[in-house]
T-cell receptor, first 109, second 114 residues
Framework: GQSLEQPSEVTAVEGAIVQINCTYQ??????LSWYQQHDGGAPTFLSY????GLEETGRFSSFLSRSDSYGYLLLQELQMKDSASYFC??????????FGKGTTLSVSS | DSGVTQTPKHLITATGQRVTLRCSPR?????VYWYQQSLDQGLQFLIQ???????AKGNILERFSAQQFPDLHSELNLSSLELGDSALYFC?????????????FGEGSWLTVV
């Protein structure tokens, strides 16, 4: 089957660093994507890892380890506006993006 | 603005009824995806169309159906509605066919079944 596991909630303070982990069990796996969704809004693409290693985009970085079926999203210098839900999603053969249930990040001052 | 347009933004309907949700993909995108997001649930993949043909099917109920028209817009038809069908329905599009890594979501259609 296809499933992704990620924590349901994470809390942090402004300026901190937070890591959101994602483990996956899929066949025909191509890569791992991350999406951000503010309350009731449209999910928006953050990053994609097809190869092992770290991808950096500004304050956000994403990591993938294929051998461990594991990835994470790293958010640095947290801001209040980063409070949102973050979804990992797997790209795989034969189907569209399959999303995890999401991690709600709450950033406090 | 992702360039994906969904209508209507909100609708309220009664159990047993049928509704149609409409989606216009980004200009040039051939793939359209439909996702359902219920309260406290993730994004459940329903179905994908690519250039007018069904490409992949997810957890779509038999009461639901979709199609993509020659102008590439898509419609999701939900029939015999039940209270549990109340959800936010997203359409997304991408240029790629299967396994496109970046898909662009519309703002969604909020469906409330009463």
């Amino acid at each position: 089957g296809q499933s992704l596991e990620q924590p349901s909630e994470v809390t942090a303070v402004e300026g901190a660093i937070v890591q959101i982990n994602c483990t996956y069990q899929t066949s025909g796996f191509y890569g791992l994507s991350w999406y951000q969704q503010h309350d009731g809004g449209a999910p928006t693409f953050l990053s994609y890892n097809a190869l092992d290693g770290l991808e950096e985009t500004g304050r956000f970085s994403s990591f993938l380890s294929r051998s461990d079926s594991y990835g994470y999203l790293l958010l640095q210098e947290l801001q209040m506006k980063d409070s949102a839900s973050y979804f990992c999603a797997s790209n795989q053969a034969g189907t569209a993006l399959i999303f995890g249930k999401g991690t709600t990040l709450s950033v406090s001052s | 603005d992702s360039g994906v347009t969904q209508t209507p933004k909100h609708l309220i309907t009664a159990t047993g009824q049928r509704v149609t949700l409409r989606c216009s993909p980004r200009s040039g995108d051939l793939s359209v995806y439909w996702y359902q997001q219920s309260l406290d649930q993730g994004l459940q993949f329903l179905i994908q169309y690519y250039n007018g043909e069904e490409r992949a099917k997810g957890n779509i109920l038999e009461r639901f159906s979709a199609q993509q028209f020659p102008d590439l817009h898509s419609e999701l038809n939900l029939s015999s509605l039940e209270l549990g069908d109340s959800a936010l329905y997203f359409c997304a599009s991408s240029a790629a066919g299967i396994s496109g890594n970046t898909i662009y979501f519309g703002e969604g259609s909020w469906l409330t079944v009463v």
